[in-house]
């Protein structure tokens, strides 16, 4: 006698498990086209920095936008907290380990400030970049105004888990039909992980969607809270969602997979997946441009009471331009991930990005693995 379920479980699936099956039609890697829309702004590269400290400042922000791609400036960081960050971030730099969550705690825990708000981002405006920046939903309400008058591009929206519908007795929720209503630029919120809680989010009128709960390299949700789905999955739900939600509507909504990168292969596999773009953190943390100074940590990490991220050290090898467009002096794909995307496009014979969310895509367990003995034993260089 068969016993019934209380649950059950479907299988999910993360970058390491899947792989691209290249197409019958090859194309030249020049001839592709990159371009991200984002309301009425267009971006020759669908790359995005995350909104973390150690990743984005009004500096690399402007140099994300000189080349085609877009940064987001956090907002309720060290940006607003300090007349001068980058002494903060020297101090985090610095911090023995066994100290940093510690430190982090007291470091933010000092209040952000409305005039540093208009000032960072009247920084990036002044020197001709697209300006994205990102608030939580509980401060979203009072920040709003301040940031539209201060002349950013983009609103985004953000927390570890965010929904349409949020049921609190203390106080009425953000309503993000009534935002996208008021103010006028484009509106962008994650982050989430499945079908329904990502179509009813496009429902209220949302320019684009971030995807991703617990996957970053500094972030420890998934172990804290036990939440999350692999990111090949998630993003396959949240693409099914947005073209389901094009038929309803006729509005395209594009899909930002946040997370969980380590090299140009996993940037690929999710644009086969479904996304529309992709956000970098530890990747760009690299960079010697990076305000983190080779460090890299959650925007949950400095949490009073539950920390939810860890700093991590993830060296500075390259530069912003040798990351996303080379040469690459390594091999590890974590250089030239625009030339990845770009090869990989040609072989899957797709012109455009929504024509490689079409290609076809296997489960391969073993496709880090396969025929690389010499690899993974580390004789190659002997």
Not at 240 to 268: H, L, M, N, Q, W
Not at 304 to 324: H, M
């Amino acid at each position: 006698m068969s016993v019934p379920q209380y649950k059950e479980l479907r299988r999910s699936y993360g970058f390491d498990e899947v792989a691209i099956v290249p197409g019958d039609v090859s194309i030249n890697p020049d001839q592709t086209n990159l371009d991200l829309k984002i309301g009425d702004i267009t971006f020759g590269l669908p790359v995005i920095a995350s909104a973390m400290d150690g990743v984005t400042d009004t500096k690399t922000a402007v140099i994300m936008s000189n080349y085609g791609g877009l940064s987001v400036l956090n907002l309720e960081g060290i940006q607003t907290r300090y007349e001068r960050p980058d002494d903060i971030l020297e101090e985090i730099a610095q911090a023995p380990n066994d100290q940093i969550t510690a430190l982090m705690q007291k470091i933010y825990s000092q209040p952000m400030r409305d005039d540093l708000v208009a000032e960072r981002i009247k920084a990036i405006k002044k020197e001709g970049a697209v300006c994205a920046v990102s608030v939580t939903p509980a401060n979203t309400k009072r920040l709003a105004p301040i940031i539209v008058e201060a002349g950013a591009d983009i609103l985004v929206v953000a927390s570890t888990v965010t929904t349409a519908r949020h049921i609190s007795k203390s106080y009425k929720g953000l309503s993000f039909e009534e935002l996208c209503n008021t103010i006028s630029i484009p509106v962008v919120v994650g982050n989430c992980v499945s079908y329904s809680a990502c179509l009813e989010l496009m429902r209220t009128g949302i320019a684009a969607i971030l995807v991703g709960v617990g996957p970053g390299a500094a972030c420890t949700s998934r172990e804290v809270l036990g939440i999350g789905v692999p990111q090949i999955t998630a993003t396959m739900d949240c693409a099914a969602a947005r073209d389901d939600y094009e038929k309803e509507s006729g509005r395209y909504v594009p899909v930002i997979t946040d997370g969980g990168f380590r090299k140009g292969g996993d940037v690929c596999k999710a644009f086969v997946a479904g996304a529309d773009a992709v956000m970098l953190g530890s990747i760009l943390a690299q960079a010697k441009e990076a305000p983190g100074r080779g460090y890299h940590w959650g925007m949950a990490n400095p949490h009073a009471s539950l920390p939810r991220g860890t700093r991590i050290k993830v060296g500075v090898n390259s530069s912003y331009e040798q990351i996303l467009f080379g040469p690459s002096s390594i091999t590890n794909g974590s250089q030239n991930l625009i030339g990845a995307l770009r090869t990989t496009m040609g072989v899957c014979g797709a012109a455009t990005i929504r024509e490689l969310q079409q290609a076809e895509m296997v489960i391969a367990p073993s496709i880090t693995s396969e025929g690389k003995f010499y690899q993974m034993s580390g004789l190659a260089s002997k």
